[in-house]
């Protein structure tokens, strides 16, 4: 590279291994008054050598350099990988308050009318399902209860039996003081059978079977599955959710049984190790505080738990957009929107039952 007569002579190659030191020598020879880029000598120029020249002219932008003497095949590369001519798009201008107001109205009235719309079609297919099994596949339901209640049984009694041994752990250490270690049991029985034993079983659901629920049906979304089912004249919702209703519906009274019993058994090994109570003073206790009311209240509110997870897990999976990445965010957003809807019933249910 030299510079000429305010011009700047090019020759040999513009490329990636000649770029740096061509650019190097220009900025400590750079002189203001060039006007033109004279590339008759130059044999071989790549896209790092376009994006010198581009440099260059930047550098010398209030002169309005120009190329000058190029080959036609100089040229082509030049316009091909030059970005002097791109325009730069300015970025929109953010929707003012109201706007952002009433498109925040709009999305969630048409959730609404697509949620209502699905409730009302799993509702009629579940009562349906009960009487006319058309358009499921045979063993359906037992093999979701398989999946939803036997395969979840293991983790929700291990959980249960950890939380029973700590919520009799931290009361045991205050009732000791009181000499009042028989009330143990009355805590362990009635926040087992009312709270404790539905609420955890619904939150290990939620993660398990929701998250399932909703990543089964995006993928088939996704994949076109549930268009081909469509095709086939076979309801979707009949064929992929009513069988998860009806699995879940059954399992959940059975998961939560099982897990107020294994979290009273963990209370029942403090009381005994611990307090120094017998089993036999525990148990009878238990039975005793533990009123018809409580069992029905903690089993009848656990229907509502499954029905919500069924529901919403399917609601995200059936409006997911996108592809893989879609389907990871509607799996999370219906394990969160679960948790959230079970434990807002949870709190409704206390103030109606116990308020």
Known sequence: MKIENNKILFSGELNRFTADKIL???????????????????????????????????LLESNNPKNI???????????????????????????????????????????????IYLLSDISYWAFIGLFDKKGQRKGSVVHQSVL????????????????????????????????????????????????????????????????????????????????????MAINP???????????????????????TLIGILGGLVVAVTYLDLSYISFLSRVIEVVTLKDVLVGLGKSFFFAWVIVIIGS????????GAEGVGKVTTQAVVASIFWVIILDAINSLIFYF
């Open 24 to 58: 190097a020598k220009f900025k400590k020879e750079k002189k203001a008054n060039i006007n033109e880029l004279d590339l008759k000598d130059v044999e071989l120029i790549d896209s790092v050598g376009v994006a010198l020249l581009d440099e260059i002219m930047h």
């Open 315 to 322: 609601y995200y999976g059936f409006n997911v957009k996108g």
């Open 237 to 259: 919702i009949r064929y992929i959710v009513i069988p998860k209703f009806h699995a879940i519906t059954i399992c959940i009274p059975l998961l939560i049984t099982a897990s």
């Open 148 to 231: 939803i209640g036997v395969d979840a049984l293991g983790i929700i009694g291990l959980l249960s039996f950890i939380l029973g041994l700590i919520l009799a752990l931290q009361s045991a250490v205050q009732l000791r003081q009181f000499g009042a270690n028989i009330f143990v049991a009355d805590l362990m029985g009635i926040s087992m059978v009312t709270e404790m034993g539905p609420i955890l079983t619904a939150i290990v659901l939620a993660g398990r079977t929701g998250s399932s629920i909703a990543s089964e049906i995006a993928t088939m979304k996704v994949t076109e599955e549930i268009d081909a089912l469509k095709m």
């Open 69 to 115: 003497n190029a080959s036609n095949i100089i040229q082509d590369e030049i316009t091909t990988f030059t970005s002097l001519d791109l325009t730069e798009n300015n970025p929109p201008k953010p929707d003012n308050f109201f706007i952002t107001l009433g498109t925040a109205f709009y999305a969630i009235k048409d959730s609404f009318i697509r949620t």
